[in-house]
């Protein structure tokens, strides 16, 4: 009975998280949505525990939970900022691991009434964007009155996507409407997204013909879909990691801006080895908010849109993130997708479910991608995925134990005398 009440309850969750939390979050300026939908997630993860009988709570999660909190206290004794933004930082920076480790936990399993639904609201939501993506080529502006910026818009195509997908039944119909929404991305224009659909749409039409073996038929198929990526994306790729484009007075834009970003980023994580410079003092929301002082320190305080006067850019970009964690804390960041990845294969390997175990490489995939120029990670955005992610896990990790039952039970006909 709890884990139908939490099955349920769930459902509403995420249909309130996707509507107001991902869709309307920008254009209705619910700026405190996503962490309402926190709160409500890890109350729901608390009833979980308080109603499992041996109160199991996943070891990954609590090492998490322990990572950041020595974090917390690190940044307080150096005092990396004030403490209101070290805290507010914090908040900001477990929030998607907390959307992920609480679906994951929780595990809950949407029935064929509840899985319709949200396949029409997708299909629904999809037509809504598309209405947007046009208006946009004869409004001047458009996604950025409505949807803030044209990479939430494309973000937000890419979540609808891959939610419909998930609660699909990975038919090739369903990969074609994959597919479809993903098209009406591209009125976005952002680099980031063709590269990230081009992708996305390889592997969900061909993975299952990958032996994940190293020959050369295989390396030559990774050739030519990187190749096409980087066809796809090269100008902004050159514009974000060229250093010889750094410094040379390219104009007031936010792509200078977050060059810098990653510019400064190697010298505090040589400076600040092995624990970074802490919460609140790098590329943060928290860091622009309580400015820190790390910026006039390197003197990124005079470039254009990460000023005290105008911080615009200075959450940008995610992985000049990682230098508030140092080494330590960025090798912990990938190994966090990396033992996601593993685990996945693990499982496929077991019960060959080609469509979670493709899901996943795709949502690990969009994250990547994403923090090379933007913090979709910690906004709304990030923790919806994070979320989904987190329930394609648990729905792999399910179908595993039950395989795994099924080798170690003996038949019928094996118990006879």
């Given at each position: 009975m709890?884990q139908?009440?939490?099955?349920k ?6 249909i ?31 009833y ?33 900022n ?9 908040t ?6 907390l959307?992920?480790?609480?679906a ?13 639904i ?22 001047k502006?458009f ?28 038919t ?10 993903m ?5 976005s224009?952002?680099?980031k997204?063709?590269?990230?659909m ?6 969900i ?20 879909i990187?190749?096409i990526?980087?066809l796809?994306?090269k100008n902004k ?20 801006a ?9 010298f ?16 943060t ?9 790390l910026?006039p ?12 006067d105008?911080p ?12 508030q964690?140092g ?22 390997q ?10 996943v ?22 923790f ?24 170690t039970t ?8």
């Amino acid at each position: 009975m709890p884990q139908t009440v939490l099955n349920k309850l769930f459902f509403y969750l995420t249909i309130f998280a996707l509507i107001f939390g991902v869709i309307l979050y920008d254009t209705l300026k619910l700026i405190f949505v996503d962490e309402i939908c926190a709160v409500l997630l890890v109350g729901l993860y608390c009833y979980y525990i308080y109603k499992t009988p041996k109160w199991e709570i996943n070891k990954v999660f609590v090492i998490t939970l322990g990572i950041f909190l020595f974090y917390l206290v690190y940044s307080l004794a150096i005092k990396s900022n004030v403490k209101r933004a070290i805290l507010i930082d914090f908040t900001i920076q477990i929030k998607p691991y907390l959307g992920f480790f609480c679906a994951y936990a929780i595990a809950p399993l949407f029935n064929k009434k509840q899985k319709l639904i949200i396949k029409c609201l997708c299909i629904a939501i999809a037509f809504y964007l598309m209405f947007l993506g046009i208006l946009s080529l004869f409004i001047k502006d458009f996604l950025y009155t409505t949807m803030s910026h044209p990479s939430r818009f494309a973000t937000a195509v890419s979540i609808i996507s891959i939610l419909y997908l998930y609660v699909s039944d990975y038919t090739m119909k369903d990969k074609i409407i994959f597919v479809t929404i993903m098209l009406f991305g591209l009125l976005s224009g952002r680099s980031k997204f063709y590269g990230f659909m081009i992708l996305a749409t390889f592997l969900i039409f061909f993975l299952k013909y990958f032996n994940f073996k190293i020959n050369l038929k295989n390396s030559i198929i990774l050739l030519v879909i990187f190749g096409i990526v980087f066809l796809a994306t090269k100008n902004k790729i050159f514009t974000y990691f060229d250093p010889n484009s750094f410094g040379k007075g390219k104009g007031l834009s936010d792509l200078y801006a977050r060059m810098a970003l990653y510019y400064f980023s190697g010298f505090i994580f040589m400076d600040y080895i092995p624990f970074g410079s802490g919460f609140a003092s790098y590329a943060t929301y928290a860091s622009s908010i309580y400015y820190s002082p790390l910026y006039p320190k390197y003197n990124i305080d005079m470039v254009w849109g990460l000023s005290k006067d105008y911080p615009a850019f200075i959450c940008d970009a995610y992985y000049p993130v990682l230098a508030q964690f140092g080494i330590i804390g960025a090798t912990l960041f990938f190994a966090f997708w990396l033992l996601i990845l593993s685990k996945a294969y693990r499982w496929f390997q077991q019960t060959s479910n080609i469509k979670l175990f493709t899901l996943v490489i795709v949502m690990v995939i969009f994250f990547l991608i994403e923090c090379t120029s933007d913090s979709t990670i910690t906004h709304n955005r990030g923790f919806f995925m994070m979320m989904i992610l987190g329930m394609v896990l648990s729905d792999f990790q399910r179908e595993y134990k039950n395989r795994q039952k099924e080798i170690t039970t003996p038949s019928a006909e094996e118990i006879k005398p």
